[in-house]
């Protein structure tokens, strides 16, 4: 198992195959998944195949974020290429209800963002939320992102955010 990133408060780390229940059980809260997009229960079991499969080919993929203290578990990032221009990498997280507002999705946001320029040759690393997702918008523009023209993706508008490398 690979871990991609550990403070005092969490680890971001690779999910283990028995670990697919804790998986699909974050996208059973509609709280949780009120800004994503509609997707079945079959497709998560699928994404967590797909997540498995990616750490065997050390392809960009989906990481289980858990708390250092309690080892309970607070949710799910990603990193990927991004479907709108190849040459970024998109990141997003989704976290369980009881981890909101305490700083961590800041954490895990940059933290994604530093995995992705170290791991990556890609110059920007990108992130896109619902156009009401205000906590999410927050939390990038924390984290450094910049704030570019909505994008529209299967006719939804979002709000798009940015990052460059930085120059060494």
């Not at 079991?45 to 750490?55: A, D, G, P, S, T």
């Not at 320029?117 to 992130?127: G, I, L, Q, S």
Request: glycine share 4%.
């Amino acid at each position: 198992m690979s871990t991609l990133y550990q403070s005092p408060t969490i680890i971001i780390r690779e999910f283990l195959p028995q670990e697919q229940q804790t998986f699909l059980d974050l996208f059973k809260d509609n709280q949780v998944t009120q800004y994503l997009p509609i997707t079945s229960p079959e497709r998560y079991v699928e994404m967590f195949q797909e997540l498995i499969e990616n750490y065997k080919n050390k392809n960009l993929s989906r990481w289980a974020i858990f708390d250092t203290v309690n080892n309970n578990f607070i949710g799910i990032c990603v990193a990927r290429i991004f479907v709108h221009n190849t040459s970024q990498i998109e990141i997003g997280y989704v976290l369980s209800r009881p981890y909101w507002g305490k700083g961590i999705a800041t954490e895990v946001c940059m933290a994604m963002t530093e995995y992705s320029f170290t791991n990556t040759d890609t110059k920007e690393v990108v992130a896109i939320t619902d156009l009401n997702n205000t906590g999410s918008q927050n939390v990038l523009q924390k984290s450094g992102f910049e704030r570019l023209n909505n994008l529209i993706r299967n006719e939804e508008e979002l709000a798009y955010f940015r990052i460059e490398r930085p120059l060494v």
